[in-house]
């Protein structure tokens, strides 16, 4: 073997062992340690498809070990916060696949990527509804398409993600929705067209997505006969990103850790 074929043989193991190792922390572990998020977020697979207009669409793909046609995983869509689709949200895109989803991270932005609030509010404001939702549902087509995906399908995002994973599942819809802290004020004619329940977290002291506003997201809800459950964390907006000063290290995990048991139940079961 040439120098350059045992540099790249040499550089592909490491990567492996990387990846094996970063597989047996916690998620909040490697959330909390930049080097560890790039490396998580590197493990994906960029994927492109066409959208019904022609445009490019992008996202970021990690599939579970051994997931094939002959052993097909559930599958989750990953949306970003308003921030766009950056290394945090890959890296629990990551850790998804190693609970044995084929996890997508997609990209409502075009590549865009915020590095202030001011920024971010204006991509969040520039978002056009009817393109995100095309989007949305491309992705979600093409991922049940996927040869190594079942006929299970789930959705989650965070903040401005959050509502759009209510709005996927509305158009879509799929078989189970996790809201963090997003706009979820939808009438019940719009819940009606939901197929699978969906799982809220919410923050006390969030100035925006507030009681009233979640209020409103359980009288529709029970107005249309869906099932849903809502917890309420005594924290802030955002506290389940570890880059936000108002990050809850505790309150997070509790919230990952029932994510993670709704969706083994709904999409694995």
Partial sequence: MD???TLKTDGLMARRNLLKGLSALPLAAVLADPRLVRAAAAGLKN????????????????LPEGASADNPAPAIITIHEWWGLNDQI???TADFAQQGYAALAIDLYDG?????ADQAGTLARETDPDIATQTLLSWVSWLRAHAATSDRLGTVGWCFGGGWSLNAAIAAPVDACTIYYGRCDRPASDMA???G???GHFATRDGYIDEAMVGRFKAAMDEAGKPYDVYWYEA???FANPTSARYDQEDAALAW???QAFFAAHLKA
Avoid at 47 to 62: F, H, S, Y
Avoid at 112 to 116: G, P, R
Wanted: charged share 25%; no cysteine.
């Fill in 3 to 5: 120098g350059i074929s």
């Fill in 47 to 62: 994927v492109e498809i066409k959208g019904p207009d022609g445009r490019t669409l992008r996202a970021a793909l990690a």
């Fill in 90 to 92: 890959k890296a629990v």
């Fill in 112 to 116: 865009a990527v915020a590095t202030s």
């Fill in 193 to 195: 067209r939901l197929n």
């Fill in 197 to 199: 329940p969906v799982l």
């Fill in 236 to 238: 802030d907006h955002a």
């Fill in 257 to 259: 850790s029932r994510t």
